[in-house]
Each structure stands twice: as C-alpha cells, then as structure tokens.
C-alpha cells in the first residue's frame, strides 16, 4: 500500500487510540513502545518514590485498562504492515495481593506473541518483603504475520544472540518519571530493521520521545503519540540535541557483531556463559 502518513517524523499530542483511528491500514514496519502500567499512583515501596504522569492519572479499575489496552493493540495491529512487529513493554503487577500479568489482556489481542523478552533492570527501588525484591520487567515482541505464517523471518546471528534476558540499568538522567532507556529501542531497532530501508518507527506513548531519537540516530523515520504536551515539549528538544545520544547508541551498536562463529567457538571450545553478574552480587 502506498503510505499516505502525513506525520511522518511528527510527535502528535493526543490519545493513542483516537490519533491511530486516523491513521489508514498497514503503514508501520516497527513499533515500540512503554504504556502507562496502571501502577494506581500508589507508594509501594519505602525507597520509591510515586510515578506522577504530567497529564492524566495512572489509575483505572483493572478491567478496564485491561480492555483499553486491547483495543489500543488491536488498533495498532491495524496500522501495522504484514510481516511487521510490535515490542510492547510492561510488567507483571500486584494489587491487593492479586497478579495482574500482560499475557492475561496479550492473548486476548490479534497479535502472534513471538516471544518474551525479560528485562533485568538489576535493581529497582521498591523492597517490600510481600515477594521477592522484583527487578524485572518484561518486553514481548508481537508479530503480525503475512499469509498465516507464524514464524516470520529469522533474526541475523548478530542480533539473535542477544539472548532473551535484557540486563541494564534503567535511565536515570530523564526527568520524564517512567523512560526506557535507549538502549532498549536502538536493540530493537537494529535487529528487526538490519538493513537501512524506507521503514517507519512508531510508539503510541513515546513520553520523552526515547524510540523517535533511536530511530533517528539509526536513520529511519520516526512517528510518536503522547497525551502529554509538556513530555512531547522535552521530546522535541531531545530530537534537536539527539547528538547527545549517539555515544550511548554506538555502545549498543558495538554489541550487533558476530566476533567468531559457532562453529569457530564450538572447535575452539570457547564456552562464554552468559550471566557474569546478578542482583545478588551488588550487596
Ligand atoms: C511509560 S511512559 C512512556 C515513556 C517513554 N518510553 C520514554 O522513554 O520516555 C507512558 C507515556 O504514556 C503517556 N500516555 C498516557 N496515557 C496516554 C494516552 N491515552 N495516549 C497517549 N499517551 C498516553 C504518558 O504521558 C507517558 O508519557
């Protein structure tokens, strides 16, 4: 289909799902994106602090941000080419002591869960004894298949052996309350697009606009949604001085090479495991 996206590198004030209605079929080749988590705006933890979002309230009856969240993904499924994926990160929550879990409102969308991507933030302000100190989060990776075929194209060796657990430190120098890091979108955005072509970059909560800089520092084309005008402000700032980012995505850019083969570690019995540090060690 010929895309007809007008906002094309454009960040747009509004609701995800009113400004996506708009939008015509099939545009997209990659989305990523951090919704609000409906964390209720609670204080859970004696170390965190709360996550207070500039223009709306993080707190909707659990079953109805579950609902909403299927009608945004299903939308977003809409406005996504065959064959193109959506990396949806979130985490698993806990009110009055009941689990909420993404794949209790994933499974109920029209989108192929490819996979479950944990990501280990190493550390997390909020110890309560209720569980164990939760430093995770999670990033699935939903895929939208051409002509039935679930499995997709594969990755490139270079991107595959990421591994599927993520360890990172979170963002830290964001006044936005809840960025990812751009390590996060630049990981992304190499693997699934390893080669330089026309493809559009879309995140329908892109607060301080973290997916729009990583995709133009790798030089696609970006689209970006948030309700908040004060986020898309900072956002836009962030794009004119995205300089300021290329070292970090070069770091990441260094970690897409294959340095020796399977074959060449297996007949020089090299054996690199991939965990050398966790949480536990930092005490
Ligand atoms: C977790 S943050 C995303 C942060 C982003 N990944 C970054 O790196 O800065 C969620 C964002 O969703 C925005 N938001 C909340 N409700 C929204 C809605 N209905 N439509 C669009 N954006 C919304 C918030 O303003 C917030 O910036």
Not at 72 to 85: A, F, H, M, Q, W
Not at 196 to 221: M, N
């Amino acid at each position: 289909m010929t895309e007809q996206v007008s906002c094309r590198n454009q960040l747009i004030q509004g609701d995800a799902f009113s400004i996506l209605s708009g939008f015509p079929d099939e545009i997209f080749d990659l989305g990523i994106t951090s919704p609000p988590y409906n964390k209720q705006e609670k204080n859970n933890g004696r170390l965190v602090s709360k996550v207070i979002y500039a223009d709306f309230k993080d707190k909707l009856p659990e079953e109805d941000y579950q609902s909403k969240q299927v009608e945004v993904l299903d939308e977003i499924y809409r406005v996504t080419k065959d064959g193109g994926s959506f990396f949806y990160n979130h985490k698993t929550r806990w009110v009055n002591g009941e689990m909420f879990h993404p794949m209790d409102w994933l499974r109920k969308t029209k989108w192929v869960i490819r996979q479950e991507i944990i990501w280990d933030r190493t550390i997390a302000g909020n110890i309560r004894g209720w569980r164990f100190w939760q430093v995770e989060e999670r990033i699935y990776w939903l895929y939208k298949p051409v002509n039935d075929n679930k499995k997709g194209t594969e990755l490139e060796s270079k991107d595959a052996k990421m591994t599927s657990i993520w360890r990172a430190v979170p963002e830290a120098q964001n006044p936005h309350p809840a960025p990812f890091p751009i390590w996060l979108p630049a990981r992304i955005i190499l693997s699934l697009l390893p080669r330089k072509t026309e493809a559009l970059v879309f995140d329908p909560y892109v607060g301080s606009g973290t997916t729009a800089v990583a995709a133009k520092l790798l030089g696609f084309d970006y689209v970006g949604i948030d309700i908040s005008q004060e986020y898309l402000d900072y956002a836009k700032n962030r794009l004119v001085n995205c300089e300021d980012d290329r070292e970090k995505i070069e770091k990441e850019c260094r970690l897409h090479v294959v340095k020796k083969t399977s074959s060449q570690r297996k007949s020089e019995r090299i054996y690199t495991p991939k965990v050398t540090k966790t949480a536990d060690s930092l005490f």
